[in-house]
């Protein structure tokens, strides 16, 4: 069947735009430290990458120790990764922090310490992908860039399409006859005020807006993570009289694989019994075994089966500090309840045999 676009009206836009700034003005997260004018593109780019799937509420502690310790993109390019570790250690994803050190290498050496402002070179950046460079742009530079996280796809694209799937997304922007001032000056600003023009790349809806982008970026973020979630708020969402999401009962998210599934019942009181089977590697580049001679993951006791307990047990055995990620396998072996996890080398000395992921998959 074939999809017809989606036919957005000014007065549409208009609504959402003037809701979503009465929400900002109210309930916007004004106290987040990378949210103040004047705000460098350094110190952007130190707060999205800790943000990158971590809680805004356990960045803000790193972000504002981070800083004082690294207050310039010079003084984190001096820095070895034992001098940067403390400071970025607990986050996680320890690639990030990789990339940030060679980022700012990278900007001191090629761009004489200042990040540039231009979205594709941005993104020849380690770790900065087109979420970060117009995050960047927008922010630190006040550029017209829509930042596409996960937020801004669900309150957008629920709003209007009634799905936060951008690849469902089809629409034409319409001339509306009102003769609201504010509707007609939108009119005028749209590069897409044609009747009837299709628009083949999602992202195009971004220039629709009249809404300062830096300003319209941040309430996004703030709707999305307080209303618009991956459950939504519908009865609490000031938007939802409009929203198609809302008028459609959300039918378009459901069969996408997205909804809670089942949870298996599978000795789930044993659970905090098992074993552990830790996968310990370096950037998942290098893997290495328990044993000298063939790949085996180390084995640990239930008594080491939290994240802290592993940590400790590879601290007090080989001296190693590790980065542990939660379980990702739960598995019955001879009818004893297993736990499997990656577990990261962050410092220490160690002998042990060096396997690929070649390797490791043939086991």
């Not at 805004?56 to 120790?65: A, M």
């Not at 540039?116 to 550029?143: C, H, M, R, W």
């Amino acid at each position: 069947m074939k999809v017809l676009p989606t036919k957005i009206s000014s007065e549409k836009i208009s609504f959402f735009e003037s809701v979503l700034l009465d929400f900002f003005e109210k309930a916007g997260r004004e106290h987040l430290p990378w949210r103040r004018e004047g705000i460098s593109a350094y110190e952007v780019w130190v707060s999205e990458i800790m943000l990158q799937q971590t809680q805004v509420s356990r960045v803000i502690g790193y972000y504002e120790k981070f800083l004082k310790q690294f207050p310039t993109v010079q003084s984190l390019a001096r820095a070895s990764w034992e001098e940067f570790l403390p400071y970025y250690a607990g986050l996680g994803y320890y690639a990030r922090g990789r990339n940030m050190l060679r980022t700012a290498k990278m900007v001191v050496d090629e761009y004489d310490g200042k990040f540039p402002n231009d979205i594709g070179v941005l993104q020849k950046l380690p770790g900065i992908g087109s979420y970060t460079a117009a995050a960047i742009s927008s922010f630190a530079y006040g550029e017209e860039q829509i930042a596409w996280d996960t937020n801004l796809r669900r309150v957008i694209g629920r709003f209007f399409f009634g799905t936060k799937r951008a690849d469902e997304w089809r629409f034409t922007i319409g001339n509306s006859r009102s003769r609201n001032r504010k509707v007609k000056k939108l009119e005028k600003r749209s590069v897409l005020n044609e009747r009837n023009i299709r628009i083949s790349a999602p992202e195009a809806i971004g220039r629709v807006f009249s809404v300062r982008t830096k300003t319209l970026n941040a309430a996004l973020m703030d709707f999305g993570s307080a209303t618009c979630l991956g459950r939504p708020k519908c009865s609490a969402c000031p938007l939802r009289e409009r929203c198609r999401y809302f008028r459609e009962g959300g039918k378009q998210e459901l069969g996408t694989g997205e909804t809670e599934k089942p949870v298996k019942e599978r000795l789930r009181s044993d659970w905090k019994n098992a074993r552990v089977e830790a996968t310990l590697h370096e950037n998942h580049q290098k893997y290495f075994s328990s044993l000298k001679t063939s790949y085996r993951p180390f084995v640990l006791d239930a008594a080491h089966n939290t994240r802290a307990g592993i940590k400790q047990w590879f601290r007090e055995r080989y001296g190693l500090e590790v980065a542990v990620r939660p379980p990702h396998d739960k598995v019955v072996i001879s009818r004893v309840p297993t736990l499997r996890v990656n577990v990261q080398i962050l410092s220490g000395n160690h002998d042990f045999t060096e396997f690929s992921r070649t390797d490791i998959s043939a086991t």
